[in-house]
């Protein structure tokens, strides 16, 4: 049975697959830290518009009550001054 020897080694081809493997892990974990800024920055967005359309459906819903109790009411006092003509 014949011995097998170990490969020789190379360092300077290791120290070039760590160096590679460092800077994909960089890169891997920029990426994820850009990731999540632009998620959260989307989701600051998405409140702010949610805040507005709040704001706008506030508006809208007391302009509405006011327009119509005023109609309400001028129609409820035509019809009682046309009857007592």
């Known amino acids: 049975m014949a011995s097998v020897a170990p490969p020789p080694k190379n360092e300077t081809a290791d120290k070039a697959l760590l160096e590679e493997m460092r800077d994909l892990q960089k890169t ?33 819903t007391i302009i509405f009550t006011i327009v119509f109790i005023g109609i309400t009411v001028i129609f409820i006092t035509v019809i009682a001054t046309h009857r007592l003509r």
Request: proline share 0%.
């Open 28 to 60: 891997r974990l920029h990426n994820e830290e850009q990731q999540r800024y632009e998620a959260d920055r989307e989701n600051e967005i998405i409140n702010d518009w949610m805040l507005a359309a709040a704001v706008v459906d506030r508006i809208c």
